[in-house]
């Protein structure tokens, strides 16, 4: 019997076969395809512009702000699980307060945010520092600083800023418990720091 013969008798297993391995080929172009857009979203999503300033305010508070943007030129939706963003200063005079902390900001996932797909998202943030005793040690750390050459004033410390922003890719889900590269797979991980910078 010929081929095409043979064709024709089992022409109802061969169209099964033939439609079964264009549905797993497509479902695995799809997959790829998908793959590769998740990763070049978490290539290509990006923090830039970040700005900050220190003021001293007419009571002799200081009051510090901060700025930065989130690129998002992928073309998924980001669902923010955490965000946050601190300014601090290394006190390296002191044993016990190593850090000093001058403000910080802290948004977990019920008040998360959307950055839509191919947008921006700006983030600002601001702080006054007011206590007499936080006031006290940055003073001391410029009278310090002066000691050892260093010509800082109140408002031209080397205060660190720091602005991390972690989401999910899309509606895919994360919440992978037996496989939690699955997790990381779907997230998107970004972080600013002044002091690399």
Known sequence: MSIGGKVRRHWFAVTLYVAFS????????VSVNTY??????QRDVALQNPASSVTTLPNGSLEFTF???????????LNSATYS???ELDNSTSATDRVIT???SYTGPTMGVRV???????????SVVSDPGVLAKLYGFVNYSRSLGHDYTITTLPYVYRFSFIASIG???????REMYLNDLVTIDVSYSSEGS
Do not use: C, T
């Open 22 to 29: 264009l549905f797993f080929l497509l479902s695995a172009m």
């Open 36 to 41: 590769s857009a998740v990763v070049k979203a």
């Open 67 to 77: 700025s930065i943007q989130l690129k998002n030129p992928s073309r998924y939706v």
């Open 85 to 87: 963003w601190y300014v």
């Open 102 to 104: 001058l403000g910080s």
């Open 116 to 126: 839509l797909a191919h947008s921006e998202k700006s983030f600002s943030f601001g």
């Open 171 to 177: 509606d895919f889900k994360n919440d992978y418990l």
